[in-house]
């Protein structure tokens, strides 16, 4: 099985941005769903974005607007483009891969269970 690696995670203020990223070590990247979820001490862990095979993408509420998923199939990446940055954006995230993939009106499936989980790289938002 591949292995996911994110980073790009760190410390900002209010309003500013971070690009996430997660490099999936693969032979057969393209054949993934893949999701980005974060978790914050004493919170479930929630779905932030997710995006199929074919890069059509699901965003939560929470962050639409602000928040972009990407995937690259060329470098075997992931992005999460996250602007905007609030205080109660601060979670460690986390990417997630399956070959499963699960899709509600054409769009993948959110909050989901994946096959393969990274590590996590840590956001803080603080004024």
């Known amino acids: 099985q591949g292995r996911l690696v994110e980073s790009g995670g760190g410390s900002v203020h209010p309003g500013e941005s971070l690009r996430l990223s997660c490099a999936f070590r693969?032979?057969?990247?393209?054949?993934?769903?893949m999701a980005w979820f974060r978790q914050s001490p004493g919170l479930e862990r929630e779905g932030v974005a997710a995006?199929?095979?074919?890069?059509?993408?699901s965003i939560a509420s929470v962050v639409a607007g602000r928040f972009t998923i990407s995937r690259d199939n060329t470098t075997n990446t992931l992005y999460l483009q996250m602007n905007a940055l609030k205080l109660e954006d601060s979670a460690m995230y986390f990417c997630?891969?399956?070959?499963?993939?699960?899709?509600?009106?054409?769009?993948?499936?959110?909050?989901?269970?994946?096959?393969?989980w990274g590590q996590g790289t840590q956001v803080s938002v603080s004024t």
């Open positions: 997630a891969a399956d070959t499963k993939c699960d899709y509600v009106d054409s769009r993948p499936r959110l909050q989901r269970e994946y096959a393969l």
């Open positions: 693969t032979y057969a990247f393209d054949s993934y769903c």
């Open positions: 995006i199929g095979r074919n890069g059509a993408v």
